[in-house]
């Protein structure tokens, strides 16, 4: 019997499955890749309201949000109008700590 097939179904065999096991690992590789690409997506563009969920706002969404509450602690931390806390705190420092001039 002539065994000279073997060596080389084998070699095509291993070759085969070589690549197989390559187009599985980049697959793999790829498919992780989108869905970490999608979850930040769904993050940077938020979501709807569906049934039973409420909506969740996109990254722009809260930076806006963020930027209203930051406007509104920044007013009330600098002496401005009269009426934010820190000019409530100068008035009632200057009613109750003696002045210098005063000692």
Known sequence: MDY???LPAAG??????GAIAVIVKVGAWVFRTL????GFLEDWNGEVARHGRAAVPGVMERLVDLE????????????NSGLSLRDSVN?????????????
């Open 91 to 103: 008035r009632i420092e200057e009613h109750t700590v003696p002045s210098k001039e005063t000692q």
């Open 68 to 79: 209203t509450h930051t406007k509104a602690i920044v007013h009330e931390v600098q002496p």
């Open 4 to 6: 000279g097939w073997v």
């Open 12 to 17: 095509a065999v291993v070759v085969i499955g």
């Open 35 to 38: 869905r970490l690409i999608n």
